[in-house]
């Protein structure tokens, strides 16, 4: 393959697996933030990648079950403006209220570049502007 066609690559601000028993990370399911996007690998044999890019992303929200308390991991829950990924968890993660903060941080950056205004893109059904 012609290495001059390829994007350049971007450096990977946070990466993680999904933890399953006692917090260990045995499961394909994968998590990358990059700069401008968060991407969700899932998968061994058969890979599916979801991608958001970061201005689209609306609202946070930590949870953490005892188990994962017990365990050190939370999930992070994503609500997007996104057509095909309206909800997007990150599960049973490390640090889940350090990488929420990240995330929060990277998503202004972006809506700052991008020219997005809190919800300015989103209208209800029926709003006159």
Do not use: C
């Not at 599960?91 to 809190?118: A, C, T, W």
Request: glycine share 6%; net charge positive.
């Amino acid at each position: 393959m012609n290495r001059n066609l390829e994007l350049p690559e971007q450096e990977i601000l946070w990466k993680d697996r999904k933890r399953t028993i006692f917090g260990l990370p045995l499961s394909f399911t994968r998590y990358r933030l990059y700069e401008d996007r968060l991407v969700l690998s899932k998968g061994f044999l058969n890979v599916v990648e979801e991608e958001v890019m970061l201005f689209r992303i609306l609202d946070f929200k930590v949870k953490l079950s005892l188990g994962q308390r017990i365990f050190r991991v939370g999930t992070v829950e994503l609500t997007t403006s996104d057509a095909t990924n309206k909800e997007l968890l990150l599960l049973s993660i490390k640090k889940p209220r350090e990488v929420k903060q990240l995330l929060s941080d990277k998503v202004m950056e972006q809506r700052k570049i991008h020219g997005v205004r809190g919800y300015d893109s989103i209208e209800a059904p029926g709003d006159i502007s």
